[in-house]
């Protein structure tokens, strides 16, 4: 009964106008009860003389009464305010909820301890669990030891700075790529609570980003790798090959006669023969090489752990894939000068004095196959 009360009393307070009319209703009461008490107990007159007309008594009560339903005037404000500012709230967290659950993005609460606190519905539907399996449970419940560790050390580092952090994560599950960002959850004391985490899907963005770095390092026309390619990729391997003490050799190569090509079939026959010799030199060296085209007719191969046995087999190899085309029937003879240079494991030199090298070869053997035609001695390795 008292606790039904109880309710009602609560449920009535929270209406600023009962909250008037309970205070004068109630401030009438006192009176009315205050007159009856001196009627029948003090007997000082009668019962109406005490309510109305006992002036000293009267002026007492009215202004307990107004007293009273002041009090309740300024409690019905106090809860008028409080009503809007909970109307705000609640409107302001719906607009947020809606928000969190209409975005493609996933969004969830963790604490210290990377226990889940809240799971917006795209990341539920990421991990195709429901919401009550995963909230109290940590994030090393769900995904990889790795994983895990990464997504301990980005907590940790927020929790110790309170700065918010970004970065970028490929998830396991799905290998797709998200940009996560991590920002501190403050209570009034401006101690950190929780951490915040939007992970924003950017599979595509990565995408596009890896194929514009491999169109600034490979060649459109023949798909190998450019300049800038190939002289990024051969530094790379000069390092490892120094740090593994193992020999390293470079190939210039160069396509004989490519104006001629040009003037007889056009620059789409020239572009067919620049492509034929691409296909030839991918034949002939192993994937492990770097092969490029460097210039206009210039190409290069950088032969990773190499020796000088395999030197000759596979410049072998390159003249025996050459001949072969040329057995095709086509109205011109494919042509390739080249020079190959070799760098000892003790006395590695750099990727431009191998290429200076291998060129001075090369230009050597081109100008024998102009004086004595294609069949010229290949006498060109050092």
Same mark, same amino acid.
Request: hydrophobic share 50%; no cysteine.
């Given at each position: 009964m008292f606790a039904l009360l109880a309710d009602a009393w609560g449920a009535m307070l929270k209406d600023e106008h009962k909250?008037? /009319?309970?205070?004068?209703? +109630?401030?009438?009461?006192?009176?009315? /009860? !205050?007159?009856?008490?001196d009627t029948v107990i003090f007997s000082e007159g009668p019962f109406l003389n005490e309510l109305l007309f006992d002036v000293r008594k009267v002026c007492f009560r009215t202004v307990f009464?107004?007293?009273?339903i002041l009090f309740g005037a300024g409690m019905a404000r106090i809860l008028k305010r409080r009503k809007h500012v909970d109307e705000a709230l609640q409107e302001s967290e719906g607009k947020y909820r809606s928000l969190v659950e209409s975005t493609e993005d996933s969004i969830y609460l963790v604490d210290r301890n990377y226990r889940y606190l809240f799971v917006n519905k795209k990341h539920l539907s990421r991990l195709g669990l429901p919401e009550d399996r995963l909230l109290g449970h940590t994030y090393s419940e769900y995904h990889s030891t790795e994983e895990a560790s990464e997504f301990a050390e980005h907590v940790d580092s927020v929790f110790a700075t309170g700065e918010s952090l970004q970065h970028e994560h490929k998830?396991?599950?799905?290998?797709?790529?998200?940009?996560?960002?991590?920002?501190?959850?403050?209570?009034? !004391?401006?101690?950190?609570?929780?951490?915040?985490v939007v992970s924003k899907q950017i599979t595509e963005?990565?995408?596009?980003?890896?194929? @514009?770095?491999? @169109?600034? @390092?490979? &060649?459109?026309?023949? %798909?190998?790798?450019?300049r800038r390619g190939f002289l990024a990729l051969a530094d790379q391997q000069l390092k490892i090959a120094g740090r593994l003490k193992r020999g390293i050799s470079l190939l210039?190569? !160069?396509m004989d006669n490519l104006k001629v090509v040009n003037d007889t079939l056009g620059h789409k026959g020239g572009d067919a023969a620049l492509i034929e010799v691409a296909g030839i030199l991918k034949e002939s060296f192993r994937e492990s &090489?770097?092969?490029?085209?460097? %210039? %206009?007719?210039? +190409?290069?191969?950088?032969?990773?752990e190499n020796t000088s046995g395999d030197s000759e087999m596979l410049t072998?190899? @390159? /003249?025996?894939?050459?001949?072969?085309?040329?057995?095709?029937?086509?109205?011109?003879?494919?042509?390739?000068? +080249?020079g190959l240079a070799s760098s000892a494991p003790e006395s590695l030199c750099s990727v431009d004095e191998l290429l200076a090298r291998a060129d001075k070869l090369m230009y050597e053997q081109k100008r024998l196959n102009q004086k004595h035609g294609a069949d010229a001695p290949a006498d060109n390795l050092t």
């Open positions: 909250v008037i /009319l309970v205070s004068i209703i +109630f401030s009438l009461s006192i009176w009315v /009860l !205050d007159a009856v008490i009464a107004i007293s009273f998830s396991q599950r799905d290998n797709r790529y998200f940009l996560r960002t991590m920002s501190p959850v403050k209570d009034q !004391d401006g101690k950190i609570t929780a951490i915040t963005r990565k995408r596009m980003e890896e194929e @514009l770095r491999a @169109l600034s @390092l490979t &060649d459109a026309l023949t %798909g190998l790798y450019n210039s190569a !160069d &090489d770097i092969i490029a085209r460097i %210039g %206009g007719d210039e +190409f290069v191969v950088l032969l990773i072998a190899r @390159l /003249l025996k894939n050459l001949e072969a085309r040329n057995a095709a029937s086509r109205s011109f003879r494919l042509s390739i000068s +080249f």
